[in-house]
């Protein structure tokens, strides 16, 4: 019964994802960024329970791959649709190629998230360090711009979220990080010293000195932040 616990966490990872894409199709983004949220939990907690019980299993590995498309391709890159569908009476200016380039951007998304994840389960070079934005950073990309929004008093948050340019282009980029081979940092750590975990500790740092600022709004700066460590960690 025991080993069968992080198969458990993984489902609940992708039914947080179906559950997100409920409420993005009815508007409600940010419910449905809490739970794409809580996908991310149940996906950190399937693989640490994998490795605290040694219940590996190559079905866990498949589900695994098949949850985070959901909850971290189609989910997202259907938030992203939603706010922008919400700015079509300032996209309605602009001729027919424009409008569907910039609509159906988001397709993008799903689509380099199932790609990554593909050469992710083929590369045994990715156990601690990543080549490509992983599929829930691209995730954690989409929802802190919705948060960030929802619960701080940045106007360029707002604005950025308004802006169909802005979300198309930000849409577009996240899906190519997502296939590209930048090295980027994994998050997992055999031990606490400093020495091989310069990045992770620059990472943690920048966050909390960032929220303790900012708080809410410093959410869409995380993924900038990751990206200039996992770039800081190489020249160690």
């Given amino acids: ?5 992080p ?3 993984t489902s609940l990872n992708l039914a947080s ?4 894409i409920i409420f993005a199709a009815k508007g409600d983004l940010v419910t449905a960024s809490w739970f794409i949220a ?23 590995k498949e589900l695994d ?37 910039i609509i159906y ?7 380099c998230a199932g790609l990554r994840l593909a050469v992710f389960n083929i590369d045994q070079n990715q156990q601690f360090s990543f080549k490509g934005l992983p599929t829930p950073a691209n995730a954690l990309g989409v929802i802190s711009v919705v948060l960030g ?27 190519i990080l997502m296939v590209t081979r930048i090295p980027l940092l994994s998050l997992k750590m055999t ?9 992770r500790y620059i990472l943690a740092a920048l966050v909390v000195i960032s929220f303790a600022f900012l708080g809410f709004a410093a959410l869409p700066l995380i993924i900038p932040f990751y990206l200039a460590a996992s770039w800081i960690s190489t020249l160690f």
């Fill in 38 to 60: 809580a996908a991310m939990v149940f996906d950190f907690s399937d693989g640490f329970t994998a490795r605290l019980l040694k219940a590996y299993s190559a079905i866990g």
């Fill in 105 to 111: 951007s988001p397709v993008l998304m799903p689509v």
């Fill in 191 to 199: 031990h606490l010293k400093p020495k091989g975990n310069e990045g």
């Fill in 7 to 9: 198969n458990l966490l």
């Fill in 1 to 5: 019964m025991i080993k069968h616990i």
């Fill in 65 to 101: 791959s098949l949850a985070d498309i959901v909850s971290f391709g189609v989910s997202p890159a259907l938030i992203i649709y939603q706010l922008i569908i919400n700015s079509i009476p300032e996209l309605s200016a602009y001729n027919k190629i424009i409008y569907t380039v």
């Fill in 149 to 175: 929004a929802q619960y701080s008093n940045f106007s360029i948050l707002d604005s950025f979220a308004s802006s169909p340019f802005a979300l198309a282009a930000y849409a577009i980029a996240l899906s």
């Fill in 17 to 20: 994802g179906f559950i997100s």
